[in-house]
């Protein structure tokens, strides 16, 4: 017997009223995108969702779902029909399967059907007596049992588990909006992504990029980043800027412990006309207070300073370790850990001024017009769709 179907129990999302079908839509279609199996069918209801396996396999599936934005709990069923015989049957087999290492268990039987002929008691009786009868060294225990089978009586059939797995929680990527990611190729920025893409939001992901001093590998490092990103949920646009002339205009015109200030102001002035021909509504970057020297409140308000638009910092109080051990978990820890350089690397200054001042910072920008060179840099900004297919990814390289 196998796993026919998987169903989906959603998190924060049911308690969203109104809403909640432009939640769900939006998670039925994430899920779908990234299954990518033609086989496989996901029907959204009201308060589950099912995914119809059709012959795919369920760990391979699982794997994937583990990461889904907004699914809450996550269990492989069975679907018997209302026959106790064939219920008796479903349950004993996917006991055994699942008893590896187990020695007791018991069963929680969950009637949505109140005209089903037997009750809970009745049925937990009846199940959990054919499962002993049919096993060795396996007792029951209904307070702390090594395995619970559920049993749910539906109108329409019965569906047996005893495997839950725990989602990634949060709400669907996409159902709260769109937002600009400041991806640069360290640790800070992707989990930054990969925090807010929980929250529900799509990200367009924005990363400036130097040639010469930076090389393709470095460039391939950040669509590494992006791409492992696309696993939470939704798909990822990556734009990346060609910033070398930017770079090198600021090292000649403003005095080398500003240039650090200037260049992340450039940056966002940048990321901020991407977010407006994107329809997001925020930049989202990996700031994390007091880190380095750009990242001091002095800092962050001399570089805020050029936009009005929310600059949101899922990292502000996080310690560099615990982003680390995030990193880790979902999957960008080795690749951010590359040597290749970033261009900010390659121009910073020995001593960057850790309190600028937003007043110099302007004064030394206004003898030349960056404006035109802002321009430029959009025009030739290339953008990149990801998940991109194997294949596809070969010919880019
Ligand atoms: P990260 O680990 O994300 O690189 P960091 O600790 O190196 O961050 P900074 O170099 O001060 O910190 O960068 C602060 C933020 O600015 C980054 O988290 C990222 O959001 C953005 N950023 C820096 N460099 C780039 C870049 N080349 N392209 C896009 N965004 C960048
Ligand atoms: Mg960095």
């Known amino acids: 017997m196998n796993y026919d179907r998987i169903l989906i129990r959603y998190g924060e999302m049911s308690t969203k009223g109104r809403n909640r079908s ?7 279609s994430n899920i779908k995108r990234l299954l990518a199996d033609d086989r496989i069918q996901v029907e959204a209801q009201r308060d589950r969702m099912f995914i119809y396996l059709n012959g795919a396999s369920f760990y391979e599936v699982k794997e994937q779902l ?6 809450q709990s996550f269990s492989p069923v069975v679907k018997t029909s209302q026959e106790l015989d064939e219920m008796k049957e479903a349950a004993l087999e996917l006991v055994k399967r699942a008893m590896i290492g187990a020695t007791t268990f018991k069963v929680e039987t969950r009637r949505a059907d109140k005209t089903f002929p037997l009750d809970t008691h009745a049925l937990n009786h009846e199940i959990g007596g054919h499962v002993l009868r049919g096993t060795e060294n396996v007792t029951v225990d209904v307070h702390h049992p090594n395995l619970t089978l559920v049993v749910e009586v539906r109108q329409e059939a019965v569906y047996l ?6 989602g990634a929680g949060g709400l669907p990527a996409g159902a709260a909006g769109k937002a600009v990611l400041l991806l640069s190729g360290g640790l800070d920025s992707p989990v930054a992504g990969y925090m807010m893409m929980k929250r529900g939001v799509e990200i ?3 990363h400036f990029f130097s040639p010469p001093y930076t090389s393709e590998r470095a460039k391939q490092k950040v669509m590494d980043l ?8 939704g798909h990822v646009r990556l734009h990346i800027v060609p910033f070398t002339h930017i770079q090198e205009t600021i090292h000649k015109q403003v005095p080398e412990n500003y240039t650090m200030t200037s260049t992340r102001r450039m940056m966002m002035r940048i990321a901020d006309r991407i977010r407006e021909q994107t329809g997001a509504l925020a930049i989202v970057t990996g700031e994390s207070l007091g880190q380095v020297a750009s990242q001091t409140m002095e800092s962050m308000a001399a570089i805020n300073n050029v936009t009005n638009t929310p600059v949101l910092r899922p990292l502000i109080a ?5 982003i680390m051990d995030t990193a880790r978990k979902i999957g960008t820890h080795d690749i951010s850990i590359l040597p290749y350089e970033d261009c900010c690397t390659i121009f910073t200054p020995a001593a960057p001024k850790t309190r600028p001042r937003t007043e110099k910072v302007q004064y030394f920008e206004s003898f030349l017009d960056f404006e035109p060179l802002i321009e430029q840099a959009i025009r030739d900004t290339e953008t990149i769709m990801l998940p991109k297919k194997e294949k596809e990814m070969d010919d880019l390289l």
Not at 161 to 166: G, M
Request: with cysteine; net charge neutral.
């Open 22 to 28: 432009k939640f769900t839509n939006k998670m039925k």
């Open 66 to 71: 583990l990461h889904v934005s907004g699914i």
């Open 161 to 166: 588990s005893c495997e839950t797995y725990p």
């Open 204 to 206: 367009e992901a924005v």
């Open 226 to 233: 992006a791409d492992t990103l696309t696993k939470y949920g």
């Open 318 to 322: 996080s310690d560099k370790l615990d």
